[in-house]
């Protein structure tokens, strides 16, 4: 079709003015793929990249996406053409699909000095911070957080809480890999007597988190570090995240370099400034997670009243994406009885 | 006549090489390894059934009650031409749809939520356990709030295209509400309810964000779930192709059902005086109407003056100075404004094709086609879910060098194409009855072409264009779907702004964002209906 061969012209004409006014002539470039609250202005990318760019002599670009999840679409979406040289913001429960693409290549930095709770380790993907979930509450509402999952599963109907949808969000998929670790074969029943607590289920982590603020529902699934920020930056104490005897799931945030990127050496070494004790420093007050490495300078007091979980719960990655989908069904068919 | 087609038939092609291009290039995506769920997406399994019936279930009684609700507002409104504050009550009825979803929920749960006004109201009145809505009637009233003033302005308009000839006579004649309702008022809506009901049902049955976040649990879900499902989390484009099928056949087959009830009326012929209505005087209709409007009035503003209280709280000025925000509104209102122009300009080209090929002297079939196809075309985009259409566009460009630099027009079409459903149904009608009043007249003048559009069609149709165009902002305005996929620095609307502060835990900058994002989509409207500025039509004299 003429018509087709015309439009794609068009577009790609347009395509071609904006590179030509977007591009600054730079020696080196190096174009990091991450989330958009990463790269956002008080998120840690800013700061990172200046750290970076101080020592490179390169030019750090951002490209970023909604999500971890959004992430790893994109890079399939690119495909060969991707001009990524760094992917920041995998889970460890996208590793193995992001490691299924054969998109990456190992990074080759000491890990040595790192302290992940669960001992996540890999040749490809890096960690560079993590954050346990939990479920965080409003102290002036709840006096007598639960103590356990076991708790909050046999817990009252009508103290109501609020969760994300483990279809579309990943904090709802670690709070279904939670209840998986602690019930296993039971969960099904698990999430069928919690069913009467749940207020609704949201799409995403910022649906639930705006839920719990606007005072709708006093208990929200979210991490043990969300308090860290209203203490840090706001200077409120109220809200408080519940500590689960059983341990809490955890998500390790992971980065890659890919097979294609134009300097190898400088993705590494991008990497190797991740995790260390500059950008460990930067990540806990901007990204709100932990530190896997020592940060340069202490952390804000507030960090040390956190939760600081017994345990940390953590199913292989393997395993998760081989029994997703099934997990998912299983917490549909519970969640959809009446 | 003929040559109205030519613009349509070019329109169609776009559209359907728009649509299908990025549909073939998903479906031959190499993804590098097969679809998790086996050739043709998996056989529908027992939660797709349930998430279908589901879907036609809530979108069925959203639009139902969307539309009932609707006619006695728009009626009421129609009767009363005069009133303090009625162009702010219809500029109010556009304002819904130029919000996010989230930003909407949490208005109406200020309301209708657990800690809502009504809630405490009842609480005040001793009941002791607090209301929920959670579940299907959530997700109603949040369907209603975002549909009804859409019905009502579609109706109202069409009321208001009604000649001044049949109010004169049928005021000559004495006739009561009820056999003006039944003669003169009811044949117009009617005309105008299969196009109405089909889009909202559209609308609801593809909603997402509300769906989940009112619905209570998964037992509220949408296929678009699924779709979304499919796409991100499984990575399964053949799965989220055969789902969009499925989403596609059977709306498209219900929305063929309801044209087929309601065939579309003949259009009167006038002089074009202004339409002036004796009706509805007396105190018994007038203390109903008031009723009705302060109603409807409550239910749309409320949830409004929810978001607006909470953003006013969150000191909305200190954003204004942000270059973050800045630019953010820059690039939504480029956006928006880009979007709107393409989708009018699109939509004018399909409506006149329809009007031209129903208009040929014999109905051949090619023309019968051409008609349906241009008027289907605007709705079938709305089915085809956003991610999709970004995923399949995405493949197809990737080759083209950095993807980040089509962003912005492939979200400026995809928008442009969401919103053609809706400047279709306000600009059919009303290009449909110009095009009858003016035909002739025309005509016999000698005006074709330029001079025609210049001094007839123009000055005629600025009403309608004006609305659709606003329309068609607002809802490119509210849009996070197609941005989200490509976002990247360079493209951040103000969803996009609000959504990535409310990630990062700035809710109180959410919250003013959500209030800027409203008083934007509020000047849209009220340049999309404009006051009766105009001397002539003020004094009724033909104009």
Redesign the interface.
């Known amino acids: ?1 003429t ?2 061969r015309y ?2 012209s068009l ?2 004409a ?3 003015a ?2 030509a006014l ?1 591009v600054r002539a730079e020696d080196k470039q190096l174009t990091v793929y991450t989330y ?2 990463f ?5 840690p990318g800013p700061k990172i990249a200046a750290l970076f760019e101080k020592s490179c002599g390169c030019k750090v670009n ?5 999500d971890g ?2 992430l ?3 890079l ?4 060969a ?1 991707s ?1 990524a040289d760094v992917v920041v913001g995998l889970d460890t429960n996208l590793v193995t ?1 992001a490691k ?3 998109f990456f290549a190992p990074h080759g930095v000491d890990t040595g000095a790192l302290d992940v709770p669960g001992g996540f380790k890999d040749d490809s993907f890096l960690p560079y911070d993590y954050g346990h979930f939990a479920f965080v509450y409003d102290t002036q509402t709840i006096k007598t957080p639960p103590k356990s999952l076991k708790e909050l599963v046999d817990g009252p109907a ?1 103290d ?1 809480i609020v969760i994300e ?1 483990p ?2 969000s990943t904090p709802g998929l670690g709070l279904l890999l939670w209840v998986k670790a602690i019930y296993g074969d039971q969960a099904g029943a698990a999430w069928a007597k919690l ?1 009467d607590r ?6 995403g ?3 639930a ?3 719990f ?5 006093p208990m929200v699934l979210s991490y043990t570090t ?1 308090p860290a ?2 203490m840090v ?1 706001e200077n409120n104490d109220r809200y408080q995240a519940a500590e689960f005897s059983e341990g809490h799931y955890i998500q390790i945030e992971v980065a890659g370099m890919t097979k294609s990127a134009r300097d190898p050496a400088l993705a590494k070494s991008f990497l190797a400034m991740l995790a260390g004790p500059q950008a460990q420093g930067i990540l806990p007050t901007t990204n ?1 997670m932990m530190p896997v490495g020592k940060p340069a300078e202490p952390l804000p007091a507030a960090f040390d009243k956190l939760v600081k979980p017994a345990k940390t719960l953590l199913i292989p990655s393997d395993e998760v994406a081989a029994n997703r ?1 099934a997990w998912i ?1 299983e ?2 068919a519970a ?2 009885r ?1 | 006549m003929r040559r109205g087609l030519v613009p349509g038939l ?1 329109t169609l ?2 559209l359907v ?1 728009f649509v299908g ?1 990025a549909l073939v290039a998903l479906l031959s ?5 097969p679809s ?1 769920s086996g050739a043709f997406g998996g056989r529908f ?1 027992v ?1 797709v059934w ?1 998430s279908l019936r589901f879907t036609l279930l809530q979108a069925g009684l959203s639009t139902l009650l969307s539309v009932l609700l609707a006619l006695p507002v728009a009626h009421a409104l129609a009767r009363r031409p005069h009133f303090l504050g009625r162009l702010w009550l219809v500029r109010l009825m556009a304002l819904p749809l130029g919000l996010p979803a ?1 930003v909407a ?2 208005g109406l ?2 309301i209708w ?3 809502g006004v009504v809630n405490h109201a009842l609480a005040a009145l001793g009941l002791s ?1 607090p209301i ?1 809505i ?1 579940g299907l009637s959530g997700i109603l009233i949040a369907h209603v709030f975002f549909n009804m003033p859409l019905a009502a302005r579609l109706f109202l308009s069409g009321l208001e295209r009604i000649p001044g000839e049949h109010w004169r006579i049928a005021a000559n004649l004495g006739m009561g509400s009820l056999s003006l309702w039944r003669l003169v008022e009811w044949p117009v809506l009617r005309g105008l309810l299969p196009g109405v009901a089909g889009l909202i049902f559209m609308l609801c049955a593809t909603s ?2 509300l769906v ?8 509220a879900t949408t296929l678009e ?2 779709i ?2 499919a ?5 399964d484009p053949v799965r989220a192709m055969a789902l969009s099928a499925l989403q596609i056949g059977v709306t498209l087959g219900l929305l063929l059902a309801l044209r087929l009830a309601a065939p579309a009326p003949e259009e009167a012929t006038t002089l074009g005086r202004a339409s002036r209505r004796f009706d509805g005087k007396s105190l018994a209709p007038r203390m109903i109407d008031v009723v009705i409007l302060g109603l409807a009035a409550v239910f749309v503003a409320a949830p409004l003056a929810a978001v607006a209280a ?1 953003g006013l709280a969150a000191r909305p000025l200190r954003l204004l100075s942000e270059p ?1 925000f800045q630019q953010a509104l820059a690039t939504s209102l480029a956006i928006a404004a880009a979007s709107a122009l393409i989708c009018v300009a699109l939509s004018t080209c399909l409506v006149t094709a329809r009007l031209s090929a129903l208009s040929m002297r014999r109905r051949s079939l090619p023309a019968r086609l051409i008609a349906g196809a241009s008027d289907g075309a605007g709705s079938l985009v709305l089915l085809v879910p956003p991610v999709v259409l970004g ?1 399949g566009w ?2 197809l ?10 962003a ?2 492939i979200v400026i079409l995809i928008n442009a194409l969401m919103a053609l459903p809706f400047a279709t149904r306000i600009l059919s009608p009303a290009i449909a009855t110009h095009h009858a009043r003016t035909g002739r007249l025309a005509e016999s003048l000698g005006l074709a072409g330029w001079n025609r559009l210049r001094r007839i069609d123009l000055p005629c149709l600025a009403r309608p264009l004006l609305m659709a165009l606003s329309f068609a902002a607002a809802l490119s305005l509210g849009d996070l779907g197609a941005v ?2 490509f ?4 493209l951040v609307t103000l969803p ?1 702004l609000l ?9 109180q900058d ?1 919250d003013a964002l959500a209030l800027l994002l409203g008083l934007v989509c509020l000047a849209l409207t009220m340049a999309g209906t404009p006051g009766r500025g105009h001397r002539a039509e003020r004094e009724g004299r033909p104009i």
């Open positions: 079709m018509f087709n439009f794609l577009l790609s347009g395509a071609l904006f590179t977007s958009e609250s790269t956002s202005e008080w998120g951002y490209v970023s996406v909604a999840v959004e790893l679409t994109r399939r979406l690119e495909g053409s001009k699909e299924a693409t054969g009508k109501k949808d279809r579309t069913k749940i207020l609704t289920v949201t799409p982590w910022s649906e988190y705006g839920l603020t606007k005072g709708e529902v969300s920020y209203h930056a709100w989908r069904e917490w549909l969640m959809s009446n | 070019l092609a776009f090489s291009l995506a190499d993804t590098g390894m998790p399994d939660t349930r989230l929920a949490l749960l200020g939520g657990r800690q356990e929920s959670y997402f964000t989940l976040t009112l619905g209570g649990g998964p037992a779930v699924a979304y499902q796409l991100r989390f499984d990575f909470s973050a995923a995405f493949l460009l990737r080759g083209f060098g950095a993807i980040g630099h089509f912005p027009i989200a996929l976002g990247s620095q360079d996009y959504f990535s502060r409310l990630g990062s835990y700035r809710i959410a």
